[in-house]
């Protein structure tokens, strides 16, 4: 077992993202929160100490946000809204922070850019 240099943020959509998305994406409305965070996405962070856990999420905020409305939800670009801040972020999405991050698997670990 291989202990990672990494924390990491798993994601997961509130109320009021789920209430946009439905306004965006009308074929999704029979939704709930358990539908939209049946499969929440986990990012890899700085090691951050722990009397500053979520600085990160200032740095990563528009990024995660980006990630999550075009790969996760596949809502086009021009749906989005018009600036993506921080408060938003705050108003969309919840997380949950973990210290400790552990790769069980013997294969080699790769990495995919985009």
Not at 35 to 57: F, K, T, V, W
Request: aromatic share 14%.
């Amino acid at each position: 077992m291989k202990a990672l240099s990494r924390h990491q943020l798993t994601i997961y959509g509130t109320q009021k993202l789920l209430d946009w998305v439905k306004t965006v994406k009308p074929e999704l409305r029979r939704w709930d929160l358990q539908s939209l965070n049946h499969r929440p996405s986990a990012y890899l962070i700085e090691m951050e100490d722990q009397n500053c856990h979520g600085l990160a999420l200032e740095d990563y905020f528009k990024s995660i946000v980006e990630q999550e409305l075009s790969q996760h939800l596949y809502i086009p670009k021009e749906q989005w809204p018009t600036e993506i801040t921080f408060d938003l972020f705050q108003a969309w999405f919840s997380y949950q922070y973990h210290e400790d991050v552990y790769d069980l698997s013997t294969e080699k670990l790769e990495v995919f850019d985009d």
